[in-house]
């Protein structure tokens, strides 16, 4: 059994008998009021449909990625949270303050030693004329590890020639890793 409706759609007020769903001096302000509700949904259905639309073409790009490109981006990362880590110790090699611009320099390059790259062990602040104008002044950054930590952490270090092939998953999850990490140096949730 279905009802009959008793009241006008627009104004609320009470039908007459025969009045179907309007009264007639609501069917014009019914009708403007009608299509800019469609309006908004039809707008509010494409937002949305755009947001998927966004959400599916970042999937197809995460998943179309190489591995060094993953690597990269994983480095940055890696960077980050070490220039983070030391903030308040000097250079590692001269050991300076300055008020120059501050590297995440490699005591064992990443090309000598890929195994390294993303091993926080291995990378340390570094002051910007270190890094790149001595190519990362190699017997002062040795000498500075011994200081800060022993010889035997830096023979660990020189030893480790164990070759690591990371899959793409594992070099995401380290990404992620120090992305949590350099969040929870800077006090973010």
Request: contains cysteine; charged residues 35%; glycine residues 6%.
């Amino acid at each position: 059994m279905t009802f009959r409706r008793t009241r006008c759609k627009h104004c609320k007020q009470k039908l007459e008998p025969g009045q179907r769903l309007l009264h007639p001096g609501c069917i014009d302000e019914f009708a403007v009021e009608e299509a800019a509700r469609i309006e908004r949904k039809k707008a509010k259905e494409a937002l949305a449909a755009a947001k998927v639309e966004r959400a599916e073409m970042k999937r197809r790009k995460e998943k179309s990625l190489t591995l060094s490109q993953r690597k990269a981006r994983a480095q940055v990362q890696v960077n980050a949270y070490v220039r983070l880590r030391d903030a308040d110790l000097p250079c590692i090699s001269c050991g300076r303050f300055h008020q120059g611009q501050w590297h995440a320099g490699h005591y064992r390059s990443r090309g000598a030693a890929s195994n390294l790259a993303l091993d926080p062990r291995n990378i340390h602040k570094q002051c910007q004329p270190c890094n790149t104008h001595l190519h990362g002044n190699a017997i002062a950054y040795r000498a500075g590890l011994i200081e800060r930590y022993g010889v035997e952490y830096v023979e660990a270090l020189e030893s480790d020639n164990d070759s690591r092939h990371l899959t793409a998953e594992e070099v995401d999850a380290i990404r992620d890793e120090y992305r949590a990490k350099t969040k929870e140096l800077k006090g973010r949730p």
